[in-house]
């Protein structure tokens, strides 16, 4: 296996916070507002080290990377994990076309530090986080914010076949906390690698299903605020203060974003905190990054069905 790249901008002397992330090219931009959002928001008593699993993001991406995240003016380290070889996954169904939603299960594996927070590309954090690194996880090897339940899940009609209740616990696992040590001493890679590939065509949310499948009821609850989603259909008041995460397509950087994603506004705001211009990094920049509109379109025509739906009835979607 390659050797992680590693780059230091920090005094080895205070308590680690580690953060984690997976991404591909077509994601570097939300990386980079996930990223340095995060990063602003940890006490400065701890080191913070900083991982990223990155599939097709060659030496001048993580060389951007580096100098966006030098630019949130703190010390942290930065190590460049070493992807998996897809092929592990090729039985089980892909996401957006992609293995990518897969990598966060192997960084586990990856990760020397006893725990480390994992969030994926479209969130920012606007809450303090410090205190996850040393809250009391109570033996479970992972926590979750639990948002839902079995029988309203997308996969509800699987997971009740599974011997699951319609009221049993069900999360996003865009926000993931890790104990690596559990994880390794409850065997929670080789089971979930079993169980997507005992039912490969039933992981309609990739690894979340399987997450949900076999830890619902086994995790550690997160507090709310830890996953707040943002989605493109239902517009909630806003807690002052958490991780957003923008749920649903099209994503605020998509193509029309801003039009269709209610809370394209707040993702924009951290995008300009971060000192990133609007077009910087953009992936549809690139005609190879318009695959990406087939699969998400879909998306556009729920939210146009959505909004038809409420000017119909006459309600007001703000």
């Given amino acids: 296996m390659t050797s992680p790249l590693i780059h230091r901008m920090m005094e080895p002397s205070k308590p680690v916070f580690a953060l984690a992330f997976c991404s591909d090219r077509y994601m ?17 008593n701890f080191d913070v080290h900083v991982y990223l699993l990155l599939s097709s ?17 703190r ?23 992609t293995y990518t939603a897969y990598y966060r299960l192997v960084l586990p594996d990856l990760i020397p530090d006893d725990r480390f927070l994992y969030l994926d590309t479209d969130t920012v954090t606007g809450t303090d986080l410090s205190r996850l690194a040393t809250i009391d996880m109570q033996g479970y090897a992972m926590g979750f914010v639990v948002q839902g339940k079995m029988g309203t ?17 069900a999360f996003n696992s865009g926000v993931m906390l890790v104990d ?88 924009n705001e951290y995008r300009k905190s971060a000192g990133i211009g609007v077009l910087t990094l953009n992936p549809y920049i690139e005609p190879s990054a318009w695959w990406r509109l087939p699969r998400i379109f879909g998306g556009y025509l729920r939210v146009v069905r959505w909004r038809f739906e409420l000017m119909r009835s006459g309600r007001n979607s703000a």
């Avoid at 065509?201 to 995790?219: G, K, M």
Wanted: net charge positive; aromatic share 14%.
């Fill in 28 to 44: 570097e931009l939300p990386l980079l507002v996930a990223a340095t959002s995060a990063m602003k928001h940890i006490s400065t």
């Fill in 57 to 73: 993001i060659g030496q001048k991406g993580v060389a951007r990377i580096r100098k966006v995240l030098d630019r949130v003016g």
């Fill in 75 to 97: 010390q942290y380290s930065l190590t460049i994990l070493p992807p998996p070889d897809d092929a592990i996954f090729h039985s089980f169904r892909p996401f957006y076309g």
């Fill in 153 to 169: 899940a997308l996969e509800k009609k699987f997971f009740l076949e599974l011997g699951h209740g319609r009221e049993d616990p």
């Fill in 180 to 267: 690596s040590k559990q994880w390794k001493a409850q065997q929670c890679f080789p089971r979930l690698m079993e169980f997507c590939r005992k039912y490969p065509d039933a992981l309609l949310a990739a690894d979340q299903t399987a997450l949900n499948a076999l830890f619902s009821r086994s995790c550690f609850r997160l507090d709310p605020q830890f996953n707040v989603r943002l989605s493109t259909f239902v517009r909630d008041d806003l807690p002052a203060e958490g991780i957003y995460h923008f749920v649903d397509s099209p994503k605020p950087w998509d193509i029309f974003g801003n039009l269709f994603h209610p809370y394209s506004r707040i993702w």
